[in-house]
């Protein structure tokens, strides 16, 4: 008789973690960055812009590469 309440404990711990497991996965993909985003000049796409202005040349370096 203990073993189907093993088995049942064991589904909900798995249960729990894939939940806990999907809500930090969404966290992160939700945008929980704060950084602001601009057109990336000449493609279709968006980048931070920080990472822009930190050092324009070198991203048009990249882009022709």
């Given at each position: 008789?203990?073993?189907?309440?093993?088995?049942a404990?064991?589904v909900a711990?798995?249960?729990?973690?894939?939940?806990?497991?999907?809500?930090?996965?969404f966290?992160?993909?939700s945008?929980?960055?704060n950084?602001?985003?601009m057109?990336?000049?000449g493609?279709?796409?968006?980048?931070?812009?920080?990472d822009f202005?930190?050092?324009?040349a070198?991203?048009?370096?990249n882009?022709r590469?």
């Open positions: 008789m203990a073993e189907p309440e093993n088995k404990a064991a711990k798995v249960a729990f973690a894939v939940v806990g497991a999907a809500f930090s996965i966290g992160l993909l945008g929980s960055t950084k602001k985003t057109k990336a000049p493609r279709n796409q968006r980048i931070f812009s920080d202005e930190r050092d324009p070198a991203y048009f370096r882009l590469k």
